[in-house]
């Protein structure tokens, strides 16, 4: 056998493509998230959950280079995160924020078109995942149903190439029917790009059955963390979490 036969062990889907250690971060020098830990591999899905005020977009923008860390650090593809969103962004380090950042007045097809890079994925590629907007590229963007809104709001995202995709609440607005078309398509496209998402959802039930892990943040900080089928298994744990309940009782904040 030669050298070049010998197969190789793939370094890169056994390390977490977003590593968050011991984060800090606020504003105007007051944290807002204090102490956490999260990881999240290649293809996997990790969800962000915990009531309004706990920190998730937050920890989302932090994890784009969007607020100045107060300690602890943030790795993305193996290197430290850099300052610059633009730059993650360049890297693969994408955000799909709480507000879509779909522009309403252009149309599907020129939203797209601004999204997309020259070396990334093409349009026609992108619109696999998503048909029906495939037969709306010439309608204006603010024609469109939320749902669809965030369709396009991914599609564009997935322009960028992302490697590390973070979104926030994917399902804001959105009815139950519409999210459980969404969210599915979200694990498929995780699946598809090896692509690792940090998914901010607070339709709980849904978020853990396409995640393969989760944390629920309260107060800032981590309340409860785990695999996804175990969080499954343990609602009541989820709830306490939500509550900042966990601890005493269950035996501290972390299942695994
Ligand atoms: N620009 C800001 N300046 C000061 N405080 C802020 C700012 N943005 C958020 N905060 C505070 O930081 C804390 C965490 O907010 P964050 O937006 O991260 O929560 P969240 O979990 O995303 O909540 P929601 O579910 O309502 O979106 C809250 O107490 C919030 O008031
Ligand atoms: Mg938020």
Same mark, same amino acid.
């Given at each position: 056998?030669?050298?070049?036969?010998?197969?190789?062990?793939?370094?890169?889907?056994?390390?977490?493509?977003?590593?968050?250690?011991?984060?800090?971060?606020?504003?105007?020098?007051?944290?807002?998230?204090?102490?956490?830990?999260?990881?999240?591999?290649? +293809?996997?899905?990790?969800?962000?959950?915990?009531?309004?005020?706990?920190?998730?977009?937050?920890?989302?923008?932090?994890?784009?280079?969007?607020?100045?860390?107060?300690? +602890?650090?943030?790795?993305?593809? /193996?290197?430290?995160?850099?300052?610059?969103?633009?730059?993650?962004?360049?890297? /693969?380090?994408?955000?799909?924020?709480?507000?879509?950042?779909?522009?309403?007045?252009?149309?599907?097809?020129?939203?797209?078109?601004?999204?997309?890079?020259?070396?990334?994925?093409?349009?026609?590629?992108?619109?696999?995942?998503?048909?029906?907007?495939?037969?709306?590229?010439?309608?204006? $963007?603010?024609?469109?149903?939320? +749902?669809?809104?965030?369709?396009?709001?991914?599609?564009?995202?997935?322009? $960028?190439?992302?490697?590390?995709?973070?979104?926030?609440?994917?399902?804001? /607005?959105?009815?139950?029917?519409?999210?459980?078309?969404?969210?599915?398509?979200?694990?498929?496209?995780?699946?598809?790009?090896?692509?690792?998402?940090?998914?901010?959802?607070?339709?709980?039930?849904?978020?853990?059955?396409?995640?393969?892990?989760?944390?629920?943040?309260?107060?800032?900080?981590?309340?409860?963390?785990?695999?996804?089928?175990?969080?499954?298994?343990?609602?009541?744990?989820?709830?306490?979490?939500?509550?900042?309940?966990?601890?005493?009782?269950? /035996?501290?904040?972390?299942?695994?």
């Amino acid at each position: 056998m030669t050298g070049s036969a010998i197969a190789e062990v793939p370094v890169a889907e056994t390390n977490p493509a977003l590593r968050i250690d011991g984060l800090t971060v606020g504003y105007g020098g007051v944290p807002a998230v204090r102490e956490l830990d999260a990881q999240v591999r290649p +293809g996997e899905i990790l969800a962000l959950l915990g009531p309004n005020g706990a920190g998730k977009t937050t920890t989302l923008l932090a994890s784009v280079g969007a607020l100045p860390v107060l300690s +602890g650090t943030i790795t993305a593809l /193996g290197e430290p995160l850099d300052r610059r969103v633009e730059r993650n962004a360049r890297r /693969g380090v994408v955000l799909v924020p709480d507000s879509r950042g779909v522009f309403h007045r252009l149309s599907v097809d020129d939203n797209l078109r601004l999204a997309r890079r020259k070396h990334g994925p093409s349009i026609a590629d992108v619109l696999d995942y998503f048909p029906k907007l495939g037969s709306m590229r010439s309608r204006r $963007c603010g024609t469109l149903s939320g +749902g669809e809104q965030q369709m396009l709001a991914l599609a564009k995202a997935l322009l $960028c190439a992302p490697k590390i995709l973070l979104i926030d609440e994917l399902s804001l /607005g959105l009815s139950p029917i519409a999210v459980e078309d969404l969210l599915p398509r979200l694990r498929v496209i995780a699946d598809d790009q090896h692509m690792a998402v940090v998914l901010v959802e607070q339709h709980i039930e849904l978020a853990l059955s396409i995640a393969d892990s989760a944390v629920v943040l309260h107060h800032g900080r981590a309340a409860l963390s785990g695999a996804a089928t175990e969080l499954r298994d343990r609602r009541d744990m989820v709830e306490a979490a939500y509550f900042g309940n966990v601890g005493e009782s269950a /035996g501290g904040p972390a299942m695994t």
